[in-house]
């Protein structure tokens, strides 16, 4: 194991405590840590592509970064405030 795949078990680590807030917290509050649990992912993946040293992995954190973002565009539609 090299230094990326232990950073990418350290951001997966950090995923459970992101997980517990989503499930307690308001609906906003869950969105933003969705959308926090998204570039997490994103940033695991790309660790992990590294420490695996394959290039064709690094196509998926890309989809991952672009669904994440499309992805709190939609929950910002849909959860934001009527004014």
């Not at 990418?8 to 933003?32: K, M, N, Q, S, W």
């Amino acid at each position: 194991m090299n230094a990326f795949t232990w950073a990418a078990l350290g951001l997966i680590a950090g995923l459970v405590p992101l997980a517990v807030f989503t499930l307690y917290a308001r609906e906003l509050d869950a969105a933003c840590a969705l959308v926090l649990g998204g570039t997490l992912t994103t940033l695991t993946l790309l660790c992990l592509a590294e420490g695996f040293h394959r290039s064709a992995y690094f196509d998926v954190p890309i989809v991952c970064a672009a669904t994440t973002w499309v992805g709190g565009l939609i929950f910002a539609r849909f959860l934001g405030r009527s004014p």
